[in-house]
């Protein structure tokens, strides 16, 4: 890999509240449900406007309106309440999940590596000088320190490996709560369809009707009907919200699942193949120190034939020189580590931003569908029988 070789992560963009306006037709209702629906909606408002408006009746009657998909609003709710804790979980300054696992490795990761950064090394061309100094064993040491940090970095290898893992059962616990979301995202469609009907019936038995019964309908059946409507198209605006922040959040685990398989190969096959030269190096400084003293048994040898080996002496002396390897190859090489690692830090970062404006979104959503929800428990004093 060369040093201009780069990947980049992008972190999804933070998700967008959903109006409610836009809600009633984010989960497709077959037509067979609608027409039942609407079916179902002209057979209760007739049977409702055959009603004395003072009766008993008439007051039960109009409370099952109340009582539309309630059950299916607090599952939503506690669904969206989970996904909101997961989210919450997932943010770096909370701790103990997958994300925070695999963080936490990746730094302990990059000390290792730069501890082992042979850009201290001496270069080529003062190696043959520097090996006759105190310390000049320093490629024998580095190898050394490769092979006592070897413990180290399988273990951490190791963890990166089961970080993964968490964010694969993650991501697995994400899809699952996502497929009971969209079903209770159907059913709370079901009731939106259901309420549309309702709405279009009154207005036309509101538009049949004497005048004093039409602002009996429109005052005590319109209203709860379209107050109902909006409740439930409130709930299903942040269903669908959550149902897109799981996505998000599960689409984060993958990148970083990604992006931890990049950064733990790169990693092991760049110190492994400065183990090796490393290794090669130190194995040709003995051979150069055996050259060294050959050379000088050669030159007592040489000078007694100084005569007739003067033409050979500047050959032998090209001959018996050092080979110039340098340390470049290493430096190269770590600079990529490091921009790697960077990279995964900035999107670290990013990512967490990301999260935290999604998590401030969906409380905000919460926060607003509560009120909607609070008004409905309210107004549930009118008891009643199921409308479907």
């Known amino acids: 890999m060369t040093t201009e070789d780069s990947f980049t992560l992008t972190p999804p963009e933070p998700v967008a509240a959903v109006p409610r306006e836009k809600a009633g037709g984010l989960v497709p209702v077959e037509e067979s449900v609608r027409s039942d629906m609407a079916r179902k909606a002209e057979d209760y408002v007739r049977s409702l406007a055959a009603l004395d408006a003072r009766s008993p009746e008439f007051a039960g009657k109009v409370g099952e309106i109340a009582g539309l998909g309630a059950g299916e609003m607090r599952t939503a709710a506690a669904q969206s309440n989970r996904m909101l804790e997961r989210t919450v979980r997932s943010l770096p300054d909370k701790g103990g999940d997958a994300q925070s696992q695999v963080a936490g490795s990746l730094v302990e990761l990059r000390r290792v590596v730069e501890d082992l950064d042979p850009r201290d090394l001496p270069a080529g061309k003062g190696r043959k000088f520097l090996s006759r100094l105190p310390g000049g ?10 092979a006592t940090a070897q413990g180290t970095l399988n273990r951490i290898v190791g963890s990166l490996r089961g970080g993964q893992d968490e964010l694969r059962r993650d991501s697995a616990a994400l899809q699952t709560e996502r497929v009971r979301l969209w079903e209770t995202m159907g059913k709370l469609q079901e009731y939106v369809v259901l309420t ?13 009707a004497d005048p004093q019964q039409a602002d009996t309908l429109r005052a005590d059946v319109l ?6 409507h909006q409740d439930l198209l409130t709930q299903l605006a942040v269903c669908a919200q959550g149902y897109l922040a799981m996505d998000v ?3 984060n685990n993958e990148e970083l699942i990604k992006g931890v398989d990049r950064a733990a190969t790169t990693t092991v096959s760049a110190l492994r193949i400065s183990v090796m030269l490393a290794s090669a190096l130190d194995t040709q400084r003995k051979v150069v120190d055996q050259v060294n003293a050959l ?10 034939n100084a005569e007739m080996l003067a033409t050979q002496s500047d050959e032998i ?10 340390a470049e190859t290493l430096r190269s090489a770590f600079q990529q580590i490091y921009r790697t690692l960077d990279t995964i830090d900035t999107y670290k970062a990013q990512a967490t931003e990301t999260m935290a404006a999604t998590v401030e979104s969906l409380t905000a959503e919460l926060q607003y569908a509560g009120s909607y929800l609070e008004r409905s428990r309210a107004q549930g004093a009118l008891e009643g029988g199921g409308l479907v």
């Open 317 to 326: 002396q090209r001959i018996a020189a050092d080979p110039a390897v340098g």
């Open 295 to 304: 050379r000088g048994t050669t030159e007592d040898l040489i000078r007694g």
């Open 137 to 146: 064993n320093r490629l024998r040491d580095h190898v050394a320190k490769y």
């Open 196 to 208: 549309e009907a309702l709405d279009t019936a009154v207005e036309a038995h509101i538009a049949a």
């Open 223 to 228: 209203f709860p009907v379209r107050q109902k």
């Open 249 to 251: 959040v599960r689409r």
